[in-house]
């Protein structure tokens, strides 16, 4: 007759700091390339881009307001990509959305959503080696 034990020994807390770091450099990334997307998007030039297209910029601010942040919050991870209001102002609502901005109405030129969606099917990849090691 043939006895013997065996324990298993999971670190679970280490398992847990991977893979939250992995995500935490997953999100990152993902941020990261919508905001350079975006940013890449925009045409430096005088005249006004057509409605429906992204806008046009003439000094490149609109480019350089484009930014974003990640953080954890109790566990959850986000991230929020868009124009600062405090190098830009309402302005770079008015071009996503539409509407009314210094007397005049803006048709929607949105530059973010356009993003979102050329680096949609890039997403998964960015979190693919989340628990490499």
């Known amino acids: 007759m043939l006895r013997f034990t065996a324990r298993a020994f999971v670190e679970h807390r280490r398992v847990h700091d991977a893979l939250r770091r992995g995500a935490r450099r997953g999100l990152f990334r993902a941020a990261a390339a919508i905001r350079l ?3 890449r998007s925009i045409i430096t030039s005088s005249s006004p881009s057509q409605p429906g297209r992204p806008p046009h910029t003439r000094k490149g601010q609109l480019r350089r307001a484009i930014l974003f942040a990640a953080k954890e919050d109790h566990g ?3 991230a929020l990509i868009g ?3 405090d190098i830009l ?3 770079g609502r008015a071009h996503e959305f539409g509407g009314r901005f210094r007397r005049e109405v803006f048709p929607k030129r949105a530059f973010m959503k356009p993003a979102l969606d ?4 890039r997403l998964p990849d960015f979190f693919r080696h989340s628990l490499s090691k």
């Open 37 to 39: 997307q975006a940013g």
């Open 76 to 78: 959850l991870l986000a």
């Open 83 to 85: 124009t600062s209001h």
């Open 89 to 91: 102002g309402p302005a």
């Open 118 to 121: 050329v680096v949609s099917n």
